[in-house]
Each structure stands twice: as structure tokens, then as C-alpha cells.
């Protein structure tokens, strides 16, 4: 099946990264985007990703490698994506000078109106539960 998802979308990152900082569609004032740090390939530059509002999400290793073990059979560590992730984030904290809310995932499903109200609070964003 991957081949036919990979068929069916812009496959040139250059383009890709237009459209993601370009202007927001339909409209609205957010244009959520969840980005999965193992990803963003080496090759992929990361000066885009400071045009960005940020918040990263992370989820427990136990969590994680259950999911991870069905799809490969020896997972490595930059499989799980933390790598990357760590990567990401200190790149975005040193080019814009802040730190992103990081928010752990299972706080989200326990509680999704108070992380994600809390989460646009920090944003300087209205929260709205239906976007």
C-alpha cells in the first residue's frame, strides 16, 4: 500500500514545505500539521520548520515500541523517531529563541480539553472545540 500512497502525493519535500508554510487553506486561522520527526529525511532542510507554531508530542517508550515491534524485526533506536525529535526541537528552540510546549500524548487522551485548551492558552490561540 505504500506504493500507492506514495503515488497519490507530491513526493518533492521543496513543494511539500510551500504548501505547509504557505497560506492557511479554507480559510481558517489554524492549519494543524502533525509531523513525524523519523520523517523529515537528513536530506529534508529544517529552516522551515521555525516558521512554524511548534508543539511536540511525545509518547512513552512502552508505548511506542509494542507498535514498533510489529514492523520490524529488530527496531533501532532512530526507528522510534527521539532522535530525530531531540534534533528537531533544539533546532527550533535555538532559531526562534523559544521553547515548544511538549505535550505527553496520554495527557491528551486522558484529558483533551484541558491539555489542548491549555496547549492554545500558551499559543496565544482560541480554543475551539470544533476547528
Known sequence: ????????QENDWRKVVKWLTGPVPHGKSIFYQKHMSHHLLPE?????????????????????LPSLDEKYERPRLPDTGYPQQVEIFEFVQKSTGRVSPIIDSRDVLTNPRAILGKLCGELGVEFQERC
Not at 1 to 8: D, I, K, N, R
Request: charged content about 20%.
Open 1 to 8: 500500500m505504500a506504493h500507492e500512497v506514495m503515488a497519490s
Open 44 to 64: 529534508i532542510s529544517r529552516d522551515w520548520l521555525p516558521k512554524l507554531t511548534n508543539c511536540f508530542l511525545i509518547r512513552h517508550p512502552a508505548e511506542v
